[in-house]
């Protein structure tokens, strides 16, 4: 049984990676994805989280960007956003092209991301907003590195959804319909092996002396009503800031989400 | 002599019980008798109080092999279908009888075609070849007609939830609930033989009681019969507790229309109204698997087999595998609608 499932679960599982073997880029030029201003991150970090802007970006023909700064412009972190993109002119397939934007204000301790043609049709504000509540409490804690991991990883996997749907659903995870599938395989077969020796096909009626049979007296005393009430929580927006995407200087538009860490 | 034999008016030949037409029939000649219209042999006799403890056939006079509890056997020297009359009159004479309906080799295809049927059982055991023996006996049951009286004081509540405003309130209303039920069962049968498992006896029913007949040993004659091991008072606890589950659930559907409730005194004084001794058909199968013996039941009027088939592993593998794998497939395949990608 038990060698079943390991051959299940290898046959999901690999796909996805033979899918990163075969894009990986071999001699290509790795492009710079990462401008790391404010220095949040050490050489071999940086090496290493371009190296991987650049894999899983090639896989959404999308260019993953994170640009971190001490903003000594004192510029607010959308404009900040905005004008990189108006001004470095990044995209995959074009200057000016499909990217997301990561965006660190070391300043005001803020960030914004923001999405740009496929960039914006995949990943909305609410995307975008998951996104950021994913990778924000990293960002609290002083672990960049691990942070703008999940951002782009997390940015790679929502871009493979339709625009629209829920990420976050969890049919779209291996493991969950894994687990159901499971538990369905478990349960058909166990009342199978249960219902072998034979079922019990007598019930309560088929003894009964329905003639006979009857209420004779029924009392039902009201009594009193309690009543308890429940606040309706209303889903918030998450956490501190929000959604809001726009247009930049040079007339690109953008979805987007900003909050502070 | 307390051991009767049914020979042929005609022929001399031995008579057997025919579960086709119902009535006694002579294999050589083919006579068929009326059981219901004969008197039986059993009433022109008359037996002494101690039970005899050597029996021998009135055939051919070798002495009868059978268990103390055996009411009716063949000789197996002869083969001739005898029925141990001591054993079936006074206290030990059954009230009815519930004859066979379904024949030796209908119960041998009966049950090759279950076998056949059974998912997780292993290929070898689906052929059913190895059939050890097929015995068609009759059980020894006792019928009771319970009469239960039932006061029950409860605490029942009915909740409704409504949304007003930012608050969703929940309205318990508390209610003091009292019924005062008759509650009649008849015919709970209840196994009376210490050798066969009542669990397996359970599932046998429902027994179809309309073709009960007075008792007449003529309808034993070609098979095994037993007497009951336990009387009627030693069995009632078990009856009561076959029936405990019934009356809880009358008891709770006589309260419906209230979402919960709490019993704060439930008296259910039950009453055994009479206890019927009968006799029930049963065909037990002997199959050997894998060096086990297995042993099935058939009810010898309706033809439901039970008894715990083996379970082959290899089988259990293979549906768990096919059940989950179309799961997860499926559930792969919607979430691909949904536009979650397949993988």
Same mark, same amino acid.
């Given at each position: ?7 299940l679960?290898?046959?999901?599982a ?7 073997g075969e894009t990986?880029?071999a ?12 220095g949040?991150?050490s050489?071999?970090?940086y090496?290493?989280?371009n ?12 260019d993953i ?5 001490n ?9 900040m ?6 001004e470095?002119a990044?995209g995959?397939d074009?200057?000016?092209g499909?990217?997301v ?16 043609y ?8 609410s995307r975008?907003n ?8 990293k ?11 999940t951002?782009?990883q997390?940015?790679y ?17 291996t493991?969950?319909?894994l687990?159901? %599938?499971? $538990?369905? @395989?478990?349960?058909?077969? /166990?009342?199978?092996?249960?219902? =072998? +020796?034979? #079922?019990?096909?007598?019930n ?11 209420v ?14 429940q606040?309706?929580e ?5 956490? %501190?800031? $929000?959604? @809001?995407g726009?247009?930049? /200087?040079?007339?690109?538009?953008? =979805? +987007?989400? #900003?909050g502070?860490? | 002599?307390?051991?009767i034999?049914?020979k042929?008016?005609?022929c001399?030949?031995?008579m057997?019980?025919?579960s ?7 294999e050589?000649?083919g006579?068929?008798?009326?059981i219901e ?7 022109r006799?008359?037996?002494s ?13 070798a ?6 509890v055996?009411?009716a ?13 001591d054993r079936l009159t006074?206290k ?19 049950f090759?075609?279950w076998?056949g ?5 292993p290929?070898?055991?689906?052929t ?16 009771y ?5 039932i ?12 949304i007003?405003?930012?608050y ?22 209840i ?13 046998l029913?429902?027994?179809?009681y309309?073709?009960l007949k ?9 098979y095994?019969a037993?007497?009951y091991?336990y009387?009627?008072?030693?069995l ?18 006589s309260?419906?229309?209230?979402t919960?409730v709490?019993?704060?005194n ?7 109204a009479q206890a ?14 894998n060096?086990?013996e297995h ?7 309706t033809g ?6 083996p ?9 768990f595998a ?18 979650g990608g397949?993988?």
């Open positions: 049984m038990w060698t079943v499932l390991f051959f679960a290898v046959l999901w690999f796909p996805i990676q033979a899918a990163w990986a880029p001699g290509q030029q790795a492009k710079q994805l990462i401008y790391d201003d404010a949040l991150l050489p071999a970090e090496d290493e989280l190296r991987m802007a650049n894999q899983y970006g090639a896989q959404r023909e999308t960007i994170i640009v971190t700064s903003n000594t412009a004192n510029k607010d972190v959308m404009k956003t905005e004008d990189f993109y108006d470095h990044p995959y074009k200057p000016h499909n990217a934007i990561l965006m660190v204000d070391m300043k005001h301790r803020e960030v914004y991301l923001a999405g740009f496929k960039g914006e049709t995949y990943l909305d504000d975008l998951k996104i950021r509540t994913r990778m924000s409490p960002l609290t804690s002083g672990s960049y590195k691990e942070a703008f991991q951002y782009i997390t940015a996997r929502y871009m493979g959804f339709r625009p629209g749907v829920n990420p976050d659903n969890l049919l779209f995870t493991w969950f319909p687990l159901i %599938s499971v $538990g369905i @395989g478990g349960i058909v077969v /166990g009342m199978m092996a249960y219902r =072998s +020796g034979g #079922r019990v096909t007598v309560r009626q088929t003894y009964e002396d329905s003639g006979s049979s009857e004779l007296e029924a009392g039902d005393r009201y009594l009193h009503t309690t009543t308890t009430k606040k309706i209303k889903s918030k927006s998450g956490g %501190s800031g $929000g959604g @809001g726009g247009r930049t /200087g040079g007339g690109h538009s953008h =979805s +987007g989400s #900003r502070s860490f | 002599m307390p051991v034999e049914y042929c008016p005609n001399g030949s031995g057997v019980f025919d086709e037409t119902g009535m006694l029939s002579c050589s000649c006579r068929k008798d009326s219209n004969n008197p039986d042999p059993l009433t006799n008359v037996f109080e101690d039970e005899a403890n050597e029996y021998h056939c009135t055939s051919c006079g002495v009868i092999i059978a268990e103390t055996t009411t056997t063949t000789c197996s020297f002869c083969g001739s279908a005898v029925v141990l009359g006074g030990l004479a059954p009230a009815w009888v519930l004859p066979f309906s379904i024949s030796k080799e209908e119960a041998m295809q009966a090759k075609k076998c049927n059974g998912r997780l059982t290929g070898g055991f689906m059913a070849d190895r059939i050890k023996g097929i015995i068609g006996m009759y059980v020894p049951f006792w019928l007609d319970i009469n239960n009286d006061e029950v004081q409860a605490a029942g509540t009915r909740v409704s939830t409504y007003r405003g930012d969703r309130y929940t309205e318990t209303q508390h209610y003091d609930v009292y019924r005062k039920i008759r509650l009649n069962y008849v015919k709970v049968p196994d009376a033989a210490e050798k066969m498992n009542d669990e397996l006896m359970d599932k029913e429902p027994f179809p309309d073709q007075e008792f007449k040993t003529p309808y034993l004659a070609g095994i037993e007497k091991s009387n009627e008072d030693e009632f606890s078990q009856a009561k507790h076959k029936i405990s589950e019934y009356i809880e659930a009358y008891i709770r559907s309260m419906s229309s209230y919960a709490t019993y704060a439930k008296q259910i004084d039950s009453r055994m019927n001794y009968v006799l029930l058909p049963v065909w037990v199968v002997h199959y050997d698997y060096k086990l042993t099935f039941a058939m009810n010898g009027q439901k087999v039970v008894g715990r088939p379970i082959s592993k290899g089988k259990v593998t293979a549906w096919a059940v989950s794998g179309i799961s997860f497939i499926s559930l792969k395949l919607i979430s691909w609608m949904m536009g397949f993988w």
